[in-house]
């Protein structure tokens, strides 16, 4: 394995960059999830209730995100390893701005989907967000689709992240992986 | 005020609501004393004396609450004044408000028929008839428009209208009044008021007022809707009829 200038297999990200990660990946699974299956249920107090949380859960992510782009702009993470050829590079940065522009778009889809919809959003039923639209029926359902459509895209390009990370510790046998899971330690474990 | 009927002592006994009406005019001193019979007439003592006391009462009073009928019923005629009886659907609402898992909602009936007559020169005697076709009900969702109608609802198969029809008007002072009755939801009654501002804009008078429900007061979200964690219990009724001649 090539070390580059500034690529350090013992650089780890940190323990508050890790938590978001994997709590937001958590997070994203069960809303994903949540989101496919009250869709289809019959109209019930059920629907209604699930409805509410899957959009709490949405606005928390949403400040998760805010948070978490924050703490990526004010702490610099590992180096890509140096055997990365320069579209690898490219791709990898392209990969990671897509999934912090889906986390914020994809529940600003929803808000807007709410407003549209004419239910509006109050936060675990206590602070209501303002409506960004007034209600229109047919924006509404198109807005639907938006948040259904970059769903499915954030699903396949988490996906592919996931794939790609396997790759770089099955594969590439670098530390690409092992230094974003949580509880390790910064040492070299010889790869 | 012949468009009236229910109201008009040449075509029904005098009502029990009269008196309450005319009382609440802050009514000239004949008007006062037709009132008193009337409210006399119409309470009920209790007790033998009492009794008798009314029977020897209602022979004095019948007579002139014979004159209070005609002097009543001849007395309108004598301010002849615009009656706002048409009810103006596309200018009017009837809208409602709720809570859903806390969050406000708005629902309106797309339809609705009234019967209204008001004379502003004799606001107390108006009358307001609405129906409303349950099937018409727009809750601001499309999902629980398609849900509404059921049994659990407003079984609106069984009871497809929903109905108020005032039996009161009371003054309030200015432009306002308390306007009261049954209204019949799912074939549940309860007497409602709401204060009502009249607002008379040319050839037209406006009605604005609001009240409140409580949904189970009329079974209306029954069974798995009963708990009122998910569909409050309160429901807000705001109306605003516009009438012309």
Partial sequence: MTSGAQYSANAQYTATAKGLHWFMALGLLGLFSLGLYMADLHFSPLKLKLYSWHKWAGVTLFLLALLRLFWRLTHRPPELPGHMTSLERWLAHSGHALLYVLLFAIPLSGWLMSSAKGVQTVYFGLWPIPDLLSKDKSLGDALHEVHETLNWILALVVTGHALVALKHHFVDHDAVLRRMLPGTSGKNRGY | ?245
Wanted: cysteine-free; overall charge positive; proline content about 8%.
């Fill in chain 2, 1 to 245: 005020m012949h468009s009236i009927p229910m109201l008009h002592p040449r075509t029904s006994v005098p009502n029990p609501l009269r008196p309450l009406v005319n009382r609440a005019q802050a009514p000239t001193p004949l008007k006062a004393r037709v009132a008193r019979v009337f409210a006399s007439a119409h309470s009920q003592p209790t007790g033998h004396n009492a009794a008798r006391h009314l029977l020897r009462r209602r022979w004095s009073q019948s007579a002139l609450g014979l004159a209070g009928v005609l002097w009543v019923s001849f007395w309108p005629e004598l301010g002849a004044a615009t009656e706002f009886n048409t009810l103006q659907p596309a200018q009017s609402t009837l809208l409602f408000a709720y809570k859903q898992m806390n969050v406000p909602m708005e629902g309106r009936f797309k339809t609705f028929a009234a019967q209204l007559h008001f004379d502003p020169a004799k606001p107390a005697q108006g009358k307001a008839v609405l129906e409303a076709p349950i099937a018409s009900l727009d809750t601001g969702s499309d999902e629980a428009n398609d849900e509404v109608g059921a049994a659990a609802w407003f079984n609106s198969k069984k009871f497809p209208t929903a109905r108020f029809e005032s039996t009161t008007i009371q003054p309030l002072g200015g432009n306002r009044y308390e306007v009261s009755g049954p209204l019949t939801i799912k074939g549940h009654t309860r007497l409602v008021s709401a204060p009502v501002t009249v607002a008379i804009q040319g050839n037209r008078a406006v009605f604005d007022g609001s009240f409140d429900v409580r949904r189970a007061d009329f079974s209306v979200g029954e069974g798995t809707w009963a708990d009122f964690g998910t569909v409050a219990n309160e429901i807000h009724i705001k109306f605003h009829l516009v009438t012309t001649p």
